[in-house]
């Protein structure tokens, strides 16, 4: 059952433009939303974050944007620059639990 | 501030030997993931420490698998017999407290190769 998804595998996008990376959550108890990012080798790194109280979180270049109506959030990453170049990992978890969901990750790439 | 370490790096071992798996977490904090990723997939929580008691291991395959946090700071991961299906990358986290809105700490993980 995987309860956090994403459905593109990967993403390609021209250097400059806006990366839009997209998430979905099956389970309505989730109010908590992170972002990491995954170069290879390494462990993923923490990138942002929102809460269900939130539909919008901004730092930098990234923002996040949260639907709690369709169970969905997106990263978007403007503009796009090539070391943004690495997988990127959603995760869920809800008050009370003590547990991040992972999804299966996208790899993007920009290209210069 | 110093990250999470883990050790080894790279582990290549038969199916059916043992393999251990150390991690250190960033000082001062109380708890501590393992997780499993096997490629292309996403991180999978095999068991969390709060301090250095068990707070989920729901999905620790303990018939081959054991974790133990002494003194609460330290970890190890152990399988044995090791199968085919245990080959991922092995990764430990840590947080400040327990709870999901805390930011996770990775390690860089331990890459398991079972032949």
């Known amino acids: 059952d995987q309860q956090v998804k994403q459905n593109s595998p990967s993403l390609s996008v021209q250097e400059g433009r806006i990366s839009i990376l997209n998430c979905d959550y099956t389970n309505s108890m989730f109010d908590y939303f992170l972002w990491y990012k995954k170069y290879p080798a390494e462990g993923p790194t923490f990138l942002i974050s929102i809460s269900s109280i939130k539909d919008k979180n901004e730092d930098g270049r990234f923002t996040v944007f949260l639907n709690k109506s369709a169970k969905h959030l997106s990263l978007h990453i403007v503009p796009s620059q090539p070391g943004d170049s690495a997988v990127y990992f959603c995760a869920a978890s809800a008050s009370g639990t003590y547990k991040y969901i992972f999804g299966t990750g996208t790899r993007l790439k920009v290209l210069a | 501030e110093a990250g999470v370490a883990q050790s080894p790096r790279y582990k290549i071992i038969e199916k059916r030997q043992s393999v251990a798996f150390w991690c250190n977490p960033i000082?001062?904090?109380?708890?501590l993931y393992w997780y499993q990723q096997i490629l292309g997939q996403g991180p999978k929580l095999l068991i969390q420490f709060q301090n250095n008691g068990v707070v989920d291991d729901s999905q620790l395959p303990k018939d081959r698998f054991s974790a133990e946090r002494l003194k609460g700071v330290d970890s190890t991961l152990k399988i044995q017999p090791a199968k085919l299906e245990d080959s991922a990358v092995y990764l430990c986290a840590s947080t400040q407290g327990p709870g999901g809105f805390y930011e996770q700490y990775f390690g860089p993980g331990t890459r398991l190769t079972v032949t």
């Open positions: 000082s001062g904090h109380a708890t």
